[in-house]
């Protein structure tokens, strides 16, 4: 793709990335095939190429209005483009600088902009989170589905492991996970502790929510934090820093480069990035065996795997958790559309309530055609979204692991 940004954002990094990624595109449109809002709008603008066009005009000077920035918004940023373009446009590194240009050049609605600035101010914090929680567990009874639908059932009564091993993994904080459904990182840590692994929990939120809502500062300086928190671990011998959630494995792994311009941070971000695993990488290279003792609860069952977009968009981990679980005797379900986001992404089911439900009305429809006894997933969005109207239980796959869930 020609084009002709202007000097003054060329002497950038950013502006120099946008370039290279833009002159990547061969207007194929390919991406559009795999796009799941240009599916629901048939709008071109509301496809990757047709907000590649967007994003160049952007960042050629031209003018910005609330529509370019509807078209930007509308994005799940699944990256489902990312996986079928046969050029390699790194389409989800263009679209977060152009949404950070336009921010800074379109206002807001006053609505969107207090919905905005909860979410950057609350979410990312467990401790002010956890207030609204249980305001909401006390009046779960008159309070309408839509709201509760996603609260836990109980409290996590678990036990977390005690032992310490030789080889130790850093488990980060997290937000909504850790307050929502403690339980997937006990289940991780016990499933671990079995396997002769320790893990360690430390730090907070990895800082994707405020990244994606362009608050930028504020996701380096969370960023930089963790680096801050994890460092000395990293140094004594921690082998990697674990995620549970695959939308926050995609966040850090892309620390390197948030944090590349940065000359105090961007060599330890590299290596935080470098660490980084997701659960399944993990535990794929694990002794099978003994998972096979810890799941046999469930062996021989058939169920549905919801792929988060994070796992096999962002990180490339498609097929994966599937191929551990048919190790372990239990069998997945083959799912129409498997490619497709559920609508969660992050807060955009807040901001798109409308394009967020068809798409999980969809997804719902499609992992229930074979009738599974349950759905898992991989991701805490997710499964909290698929939660509000799946007639069966949603939980995250490590859980069917537990063998200490009854």
Same mark, same amino acid.
Not at 15 to 27: D, F, P
Not at 87 to 96: F, M, T
Not at 303 to 317: A, E, K, N
């Given at each position: 793709?020609?084009?002709?940004?202007?000097?003054?954002?060329?002497?950038?990094?950013?502006?120099?990335?946008?370039?290279?990624?833009?002159?990547?595109?061969?207007?194929?449109?390919?991406?559009?095939?795999?796009?799941?809002?240009?599916?629901?709008?048939?709008?071109?603008?509301?496809?990757?190429?047709?907000?590649?066009?967007?994003?160049?005009?952007?960042?050629?000077?031209?003018?910005?209005?609330?529509?370019?920035?509807?078209?930007?918004?509308?994005?799940?940023?699944?990256?489902?483009?990312?996986?079928?373009?046969?050029?390699?446009?790194?389409?989800?590194?263009?679209?977060?600088?152009?949404?950070?240009?336009?921010?800074?050049?379109?206002?807001? *609605?006053?609505?969107?902009?207090?919905?905005?600035?909860?979410?950057?101010?609350?979410?990312?914090?467990?401790?002010?989170?956890?207030?609204?929680?249980?305001?909401?567990?006390?009046?779960?009874?008159?309070?309408?589905? /839509?709201?509760?639908? /996603?609260?836990?059932?109980?409290?996590?009564?678990?036990?977390?492991?005690? &032992? =310490?091993?030789?080889?130790?993994?850093?488990?980060? %904080?997290?937000?909504?996970? =850790?307050?929502? *459904?403690?339980?997937?990182?006990?289940?991780?840590?016990?499933?671990?502790?079995?396997?002769?692994?320790?893990?360690?929990?430390?730090?907070?939120?990895? !800082?994707?929510?405020? &990244?994606?809502?362009?608050?930028?500062?504020?996701?380096?300086?969370?960023?930089?934090?963790?680096?801050?928190?994890?460092?000395?671990?990293?140094?004594?011998?921690?082998?990697?820093?674990? /995620?549970?959630?695959?939308?926050?494995? +995609?966040?850090?792994?892309?620390?390197?480069?948030?944090?590349?311009?940065?000359?105090?941070?961007?060599?330890?971000?590299?290596? #935080?990035?470098?660490?980084?695993?997701?659960?399944?990488?993990?535990?794929?290279?694990?002794?099978?065996?003994?998972?096979?003792?810890?799941?046999?609860?469930?062996?021989?069952?058939?169920? *549905?795997?919801?792929?988060?977009?994070?796992?096999?968009?962002?990180?490339?981990?498609? !097929?994966? +958790?599937?191929?551990?679980?048919?190790?372990?005797?239990?069998?997945?379900?083959?799912?129409?559309?498997?490619?497709?986001?559920? %609508?969660?992404? %992050?807060?955009? /089911?807040?901001?798109?309530?409308?394009?967020?439900?068809?798409?999980?009305?969809?997804?719902?429809?499609?992992?229930?055609?074979?009738?599974?006894?349950?759905?898992?997933?991989?991701?805490?969005?997710?499964?909290?979204?698929?939660?509000?109207?799946?007639? #069966?239980? +949603?939980?995250?796959?490590?859980?069917?692991?537990?063998?200490?869930?009854?």
């Amino acid at each position: 793709m020609q084009t002709k940004l202007s000097n003054t954002l060329l002497k950038t990094s950013a502006g120099q990335e946008a370039e290279r990624i833009l002159r990547s595109c061969v207007h194929c449109g390919f991406c559009t095939a795999t796009c799941p809002t240009y599916q629901l709008l048939g709008d071109e603008r509301d496809g990757p190429r047709g907000r590649i066009y967007l994003l160049k005009q952007v960042f050629e000077g031209k003018a910005v209005t609330r529509l370019t920035q509807l078209h930007l918004d509308r994005c799940l940023t699944c990256r489902a483009c990312e996986t079928t373009c046969p050029s390699g446009v790194e389409y989800g590194k263009l679209l977060q600088t152009g949404r950070n240009m336009v921010e800074q050049q379109v206002s807001r *609605s006053l609505l969107q902009k207090i919905m905005r600035w909860g979410f950057i101010r609350f979410l990312p914090y467990p401790q002010r989170i956890l207030p609204f929680i249980k305001f909401a567990m006390l009046f779960k009874v008159i309070l309408p589905e /839509s709201l509760t639908a /996603s609260l836990p059932d109980k409290a996590d009564n678990l036990k977390w492991p005690e &032992h =310490s091993h030789a080889r130790k993994v850093i488990l980060p %904080g997290g937000c909504m996970q =850790s307050v929502l *459904s403690p339980e997937i990182d006990n289940s991780t840590a016990y499933v671990l502790d079995q396997l002769g692994i320790s893990v360690i929990r430390s730090g907070g939120c990895c !800082g994707a929510i405020q &990244h994606h809502l362009s608050a930028e500062e504020k996701a380096r300086a969370q960023a930089k934090a963790n680096i801050d928190t994890w460092w000395p671990m990293i140094n004594t011998g921690a082998e990697a820093i674990l /995620s549970t959630a695959s939308g926050c494995g +995609v966040m850090l792994k892309e620390y390197e480069h948030l944090l590349k311009d940065d000359p105090l941070y961007r060599k330890k971000a590299k290596q #935080v990035s470098l660490l980084t695993k997701d659960l399944i990488e993990l535990l794929c290279d694990e002794d099978a065996s003994k998972l096979q003792t810890l799941a046999k609860r469930h062996s021989g069952q058939t169920i *549905s795997f919801h792929s988060p977009c994070t796992l096999q968009h962002g990180q490339q981990l498609n !097929g994966h +958790v599937e191929k551990l679980l048919h190790k372990m005797n239990i069998h997945t379900n083959t799912i129409n559309d498997s490619h497709l986001c559920c %609508g969660s992404a %992050g807060t955009y /089911s807040l901001t798109q309530p409308v394009l967020s439900r068809k798409l999980r009305d969809n997804k719902i429809e499609n992992l229930m055609a074979a009738q599974p006894r349950m759905i898992t997933t991989a991701n805490i969005g997710c499964l909290l979204h698929l939660t509000k109207t799946s007639p #069966v239980p +949603v939980m995250h796959w490590i859980q069917l692991l537990d063998n200490r869930i009854s």
